[in-house]
């Protein structure tokens, strides 16, 4: 007699739905590290943490001293790193980490305020704002509150920018999530920064603030509390001012 199998068939859509959640935890934990992923870290969490300031040259000998690493993987994370926008490479000037203006700042939400809005609108039109979507969203927000515990600037970095991408997730559009995707990093060194001049309390206060408008259901309310999130709270940190300090500090430590 043939055994019988170990998998149960789809009958229903909650099976269908724990199904999906546990092949997403099973693709995430697939993926192995490699020597490209640890470079692309450890020179996005110097600039989240302001040990890399926005317009310093990026030494590719200064990385392999300071990686342990060959040229090799440190070559195509700055080849990575470009294609995001983190550096850029000119002839005669070498490669540099990216700019934090008041005008690139300006572009950036530009392009964030309209991408989430719409996120958000399409996931709250099919219903995508309940119980399960939110439970999500509050994980992201209580990684943000380990991340503050330990004082982890980059982890707190990349927990927001983790909660900005499973918010975006929600519409299900996957042309809109590898739009959002395109300034994912550069959000993550922004909001490393924004640490240096905002505390993470009042930070993590604006994401659950977004957590319990989304779990409303008001498209309206919601397209004003992104605006507030994004534009308006993201310019009450002087960056340049930050950027100045944290460059006055680190030569004064040379």
């Excluded at 990686?67 to 550096?87: D, F, N, W, Y």
């Excluded at 996120?119 to 943000?144: D, F, K, T, Y």
């Excluded at 990349?158 to 042309?175: E, G």
Aim: aromatic content about 4%.
């Amino acid at each position: 007699m043939a055994a019988k199998s170990a998998m149960p068939a789809r009958k229903t859509g909650k099976w269908q739905q724990i199904d999906e959640e546990d092949i997403d935890k099973s693709w995430a934990l697939a993926r192995p590290r490699t020597l490209v992923d640890h470079a692309v870290d450890a020179i996005l969490s110097a600039a989240s943490r302001g040990l890399l300031l926005p317009g310093d040259r990026v030494s590719e000998p200064d990385l392999v001293t300071r990686l342990g690493m060959s040229r090799v993987p440190i070559r195509e994370a700055l080849r990575i790193l470009e294609s995001q926008g983190i550096v850029s490479s000119e002839p005669y000037k070498g490669i540099r980490l990216m700019e934090i203006s008041h005008e690139r700042l300006e572009q950036i939400i530009d392009v964030r305020v309209p991408l989430e809005t719409l996120a958000c609108r399409r996931a709250i039109e099919a219903g995508r704002n309940g119980p399960r979507q939110i439970r999500i969203l509050n994980e992201s927000v209580e990684e943000l509150l380990l991340m503050q515990q330990r004082n982890d600037v980059y982890g707190f970095a990349s927990a927001d920018t983790a909660f900005h991408r499973v918010l975006c997730s929600f519409a299900m559009n996957p042309v809109l999530s590898n739009l959002w995707e395109s300034i994912a990093r550069q959000l993550t060194v922004i909001f490393g920064l924004s640490t240096m001049g905002k505390s993470m309390s009042a930070i993590i206060e604006e994401h659950q603030r977004l957590v319990d408008v989304f779990a409303e259901g008001d498209i309206r309310k919601m397209a004003e509390e992104i605006e507030q999130h994004i534009r308006v709270q993201a310019l009450d940190v002087d960056y340049e001012k930050i950027i100045a300090e944290r460059r006055k500090t680190l030569s004064q430590a040379e």
